[in-house]
């Protein structure tokens, strides 16, 4: 099983970023996905979920009304549109997809800052 997320940067605070996470190695449409990310010195939080279906999702109340997560299961693959980005949304963000077993990426680091 393989997770590879992408399309992480620099970005300056107010502006937005797309991340990705290609899966392969799995059956994607059965696994709940969701993003984490980690700062420096801080633990792993959750920042979003969606279920298979794409009909339930969930987010963290520090980003509610910025990000939005998305899935293709046709592409094997999860998104998280991250709009209106704070210097405290600085981390590295790691995707996960969770059934009967739980899989992590390599994660990708978001830096906002001017």
């Known amino acids: 099983v393989q997770l590879v997320e992408s399309g992480g940067g620099l970005v300056q605070p107010g502006g937005s970023l797309k991340l990705s996470c290609v899966a392969s190695g799995l059956t994607f449409s059965t696994h709940i996905m969701s993003w984490f990310r980690q700062a420096p010195g801080k633990e792993r939080e959750l920042v979003a979920r969606?279920?298979?279906?794409?009909?339930?999702?969930y987010y963290a109340d520090f980003v509610k009304g910025r990000f939005t997560i998305s899935r293709d299961n046709a592409k094997n693959t999860v998104y998280l549109q991250m709009d209106s980005l704070k210097p405290e949304d600085t981390a590295m963000y790691f995707c996960?997809?969770?059934?009967?077993?739980?899989?992590w990426g390599q994660g990708t680091q978001v830096t906002v800052s001017s």
């Open positions: 969606i279920y298979s279906d794409s009909s339930t999702t």
């Open positions: 996960n997809a969770r059934w009967r077993d739980t899989y």
